[in-house]
C-alpha cells in the first residue's frame, strides 16, 4: 500500500515545529545550568553531583597577607611577659632557623588578653568586636606551613604547592560546584588595595580550564575594567556582538570541541552578563544605614570603610550564589600585616581595619540565615615568632600559628590543638595547609581525594597525596 506525503510549506513546517524549536531551546537551558531551572538567578543550589551532604555552599576566604602574630591574636602565652627582655636562645633553647637573622630578645604581647564568650577563648585588645563572636569560632591554635618566606607560602596556602602554576583553591571550588549564578564568576577575588606577593598566580586557574580563575574586583569605581555597556541600542555595540558570534561559529567550526576555546567563549559570555550583575552588584546604597553602619561604613577611619564594603560586598555575593570570595587586605601606609618593625603601630592599624567589619560579616549572615550555609576561613600564610626582630618587630614563623573558621558545618565555641608556652611550635593537635583545604571541600560536599583533574599523567587535586579532615572542628 503507498502513501502519499503532501508537502509543506515553509510557514507550515514552522508551525508544526514549534514544539520541537521549544524543546531544542530547553535541551540548552539544561545543558547550560547543568540540570538545573534557571527560574532563579539567585543562590541556586549545587551543580555538581556532590560526594556527601554538604554543610556550606559558599567560603569567604578573610586573607589576612603578611602573617598576623598568632601571640598577639588568639594564642595567649603568659611566659612572654615572665621572661620578657631575655635572650630567647637562653630562655627558650634552640631556635628554628629564621628568614632574617636579626633576631632580638623575647618580646611579651603589646596587648591585653582577656576571656570571652561562654567558651572563654582568649582574644586580644586588638580584636574587641571579633571577641564579642568567639562562640560561633573554631579558634585552630596549632597551624604549620611549609614555607618561611611570602611568596611561596602565599602559593602553598591558596594552591598546596609552593611554586606558581597551580589552580587556587577557588578555582577548585568552582570546578566541583559550578558557578551558583550564571550572571557571576564562581570564584571572585575583592581586592582591597594589595594584591599578595606572588601576584595573580594566587588566584590563578592553573591546569583546570580557564573559566574557574578568579575574577578579581578592584577597589573603587568601577570594580572590572570596562564593565559599563554601551547603549543597547548602540549600532557599534551590537556590530561587535554579531562579529563574537561569527567568530565563536568559525572557531567550533575549525576546532570542534576544543575545551580552551569553549572556556574563552564561556569566559566572554559570562563577561556581557557581568555588564548588568556587577553594577547591581556593587550599589551599596540600598542597604539600610543600620546594615552599613553594622560593617563599619560610617567609621571615620578610610581603611574600615574600605574592608567593611569589601565583607558587605561578599556577603552580597555569596547571597546570590557565589561559590568562592577571596578578600585581600586593605594598604594601611605600610607593610600588610608584615611587621618586622614597629609591631604595635603596623599591627593595630591592620586590625582596627579589618576587625569590625569581619564582626558585622558575622552578625549580618546569622540575622539573614546565611551563616550556616557560608563558611568563612580567616588567615594569614604564617604567624610570627615569639622573640623580637631588631628591637620592636617580630619575624617570620610557619611552625605554629592560628587560623579560625566560622559558620556552615564548623563547630562554634572551641579551641582546637596547642604551641608550647612560647606560641613558637606546635605541640598539640597539628594542622597542615592540606588538612585545611580537606576540611573546606569537605563541608561543601567534597570528597578531596575524589576531586581530581588529568594533567601530566596523573589525576591531579588540591591536596595532593596529602589532606586530613580537622574532624574536631566539625559539627
Known amino acids: 500500500m503507498s502513501h502519499w506525503y503532501q508537502p509543506l510549506t515553509r510557514r507550515e513546517w514552522l508551525i508544526r515545529g514549534a514544539n520541537g524549536f521549544g524543546a531544542v531551546a530547553l535541551a540548552a537551558m539544561l545543558a547550560e545550568d547543568h540540570g538545573v531551572a534557571a527560574e532563579s538567578r539567585l543562590a541556586r543550589p549545587p551543580q555538581r553531583t556532590l560526594h556527601h551532604p554538604a554543610k556550606a555552599r559558599s567560603i569567604i576566604f578573610l586573607y589576612m597577607d603578611g602573617g598576623p602574630s598568632q601571640i598577639d591574636t588568639f594564642d595567649y602565652k603568659p611566659a612572654l611577659a615572665k621572661f620578657d627582655g631575655q635572650d630567647p636562645r637562653q630562655a627558650m633553647g634552640k631556635l628554628e632557623p629564621t628568614q632574617f637573622a636579626n633576631i632580638g630578645k623575647v618580646m611579651k604581647s603589646p596587648w ?22 568567639v562562640d560561633d569560632l573554631a ?65 590563578n586557574s592553573g591546569f583546570l580550564p580557564a573559566a574557574f580563575q578568579g575574577s578579581v574586583f578592584r577597589p573603587g569605581n568601577p570594580p572590572v575594567a570596562n564593565i559599563a555597556p554601551l547603549e543597547k541600542s548602540s549600532a557599534r555595540q551590537q556590530a561587535k556582538l554579531a562579529l563574537m558570534r561569527k567568530l565563536d561559529q568559525l572557531a567550533n567550526t575549525a576546532h570542534g570541541n576544543d575545551a580552551a576555546i569553549a572556556a574563552a567563549i564561556q569566559n566572554y559570555e559570562t563577561a556581557f552578563r557581568m555588564q548588568t550583575a556587577i553594577p547591581e552588584l556593587m550599589n551599596l546604597s540600598h542597604e539600610s544605614k543600620t546594615t552599613q553602619a553594622l560593617y563599619g561604613l560610617q567609621s571615620r577611619y578610610p581603611h574600615t570603610v574600605t574592608f567593611g564594603s569589601q565583607c558587605l560586598i561578599a556577603r552580597r ?32 592599624d591592620n586590625a582596627r581595619a579589618v576587625d569590625q ?28 615568632t615569639p622573640f623580637a626582630q631588631g628591637a620592636n618587630g617580630r619575624d617570620h614563623n610557619p611552625y605554629g600559628f592560628t587560623v579560625w573558621l566560622a559558620g556552615g558545618g564548623i563547630r562554634g565555641g572551641i579551641q582546637h590543638g596547642e604551641t608550647d608556652e612560647w606560641g613558637y611550635k606546635v605541640t598539640q593537635g597539628r594542622v597542615e595547609i592540606h588538612d585545611l583545604h580537606a576540611t573546606m571541600l569537605h563541608l561543601l560536599g567534597i570528597d578531596h581525594t575524589r576531586l581530581t583533574f588529568r594533567f601530566g599523567g596523573r589525576d591531579m587535586r588540591l591536596t595532593d597525596v596529602h589532606g586530613e579532615l580537622i574532624e574536631p572542628i566539625l559539627s
Open 112 to 133: 591585653r588578653f582577656q576571656k570571652y564568650g561562654e567558651s572563654g577563648a582568649w582574644v586580644s585588645d586588638l580584636f574587641p568586636h571579633i571577641a564579642q563572636h
Open 139 to 203: 579558634i585552630v591554635r596549632s597551624v604549620v606551613s611549609n614555607f618561611p618566606e611570602h611568596t611561596s607560602a602565599n602559593y602553598f596556602l591558596h594552591t598546596g604547592s609552593g611554586i606558581q602554576g597551580r589552580p587556587s583553591w577557588g578555582a577548585w571550588c568552582g570546578y566541583g560546584l559550578g558557578s551558583g549564578n550564571r550572571d557571576l564568576p564562581s570564584f571572585v577575588v575583592l581586592n582591597g588595595g594589595l594584591i599578595p606577593p606572588g601576584g595573580l598566580d594566587n588566584f
Open 317 to 348: 555575593l555569596v547571597e546570590r550564589g557565589c561559590r568562592f570570595v577571596e578578600l585581600t587586605c586593605p594598604n594601611v601606609g605600610h607593610d600588610r600585616w608584615d611587621q618586622h618593625g614597629n609591631l604595635k603601630k603596623g599591627h593595630e
Open 357 to 384: 567589619p569581619i564582626a558585622g560579616l558575622i552578625t549580618d549572615l546569622k540575622q539573614r540565615g546565611l551563616l550556616d550555609s557560608t563558611l568563612i576561613v580567616w588567615a594569614g600564610e604564617f604567624g610570627r
